[in-house]
């Protein structure tokens, strides 16, 4: 599969529409395009396939799974690895586990955007202070969304859609080259992957507060034989209900504290 100029420059933008910080798909969850399995969804429906795009973004999804970026400092790039990996293992007609393996390494050079985004951005903070000093608050507020968007697209987009472009044809030559062992070797790499994902959501799952939860689940899809969507309902009326019952139980508890301290401010000022 080739990959048209049209495509590359879309995929770019869904790479962009996903970047933290970016405002048009706020309200919507800008984060959730960053997801693999939610780009490569769309990176499916960009290159024509988007039940593959599905499957390999689904297992690009798995070492990510327990992502998260803690302090402005992330450790990989899940929206650069779910995009353009995705497009690469389809351009290249690789198997979901060799997809994997191609997509972690180009998550890691996401790193690179968004530090090169980070460190450009302090200079519009600058500008939009001296605006603020000068009193002039329209300027500040363009400062605040023009420049930094325009940046964030010109460092997300163009290098993904140079890579897609360009990039489909050395991949296959490179799956081509290596067809046979050490390709096979690749897609054993690409299974094992998903495991460090896993492992890292169980460390979070074994807290005693959850690790219940997990357990119920477990049972249910294991012994009543549901589906995922039936199972994904269920946990998300449950989740309603639960946060319902802890924030009730968190505001009476409030509201004794409160009451509890208006009693002794009474009673102390009946002694004095």
Request: a negative charge; charged letters at 10%; glycine letters at 12%.
């Amino acid at each position: 599969m080739s990959i048209s100029v049209v495509q590359a420059i879309l995929i770019g933008i869904v790479y962009y529409l996903g970047i933290n910080g970016t405002p048009w798909l706020t309200l919507l969850g800008s984060t959730i395009i960053q997801k693999p399995l939610v780009s490569g969804v769309l990176v499916g429906f960009i290159l024509g396939d988007p039940v593959q795009g599905a499957i390999i973004g689904a297992a690009i999804q798995l070492p990510f799974i327990a992502y998260i970026s803690a302090g402005g400092a992330p450790p990989t790039d899940p929206g650069l690895a779910g995009t353009m990996g995705t497009a690469l293992a389809m351009a290249a007609g690789v198997k979901p586990t060799a997809a994997i393996a191609l997509a972690v390494p180009i998550g890691l050079l996401g790193t690179i955007i968004w530090v090169v985004h980070m460190t450009v951005d302090v200079f519009f903070v600058h500008m939009i202070d001296k605006a603020a000093e000068e009193g002039n608050m329209k300027k500040a507020k363009f400062l605040h969304i023009v420049p930094p968007q325009i940046f964030a697209f010109v460092i997300g987009c163009i290098p993904v859609a140079l890579g897609c472009y360009f990039g489909s044809d050395v991949v296959t030559n490179i799956i081509n080259a290596l067809s046979g062992r050490p390709l096979q070797a690749l897609e054993v790499i690409g299974g094992l992957l998903p495991a460090i994902g896993i492992a890292m959501n169980l460390r979070a799952i074994s807290k005693p507060g959850i690790l219940l939860w997990y357990v119920l689940g477990f049972i249910i899809a294991v012994y009543l034989n549901l589906d995922t969507m039936p199972i994904a309902i269920i946990a998300g009326i449950v989740a309603y209900i639960y946060t319902g019952v802890v924030a009730l139980a968190e505001e009476k508890q409030t509201a004794i504290a409160v009451g509890a301290a208006g009693f002794d401010d009474d009673f102390d000022d009946d002694f004095e």
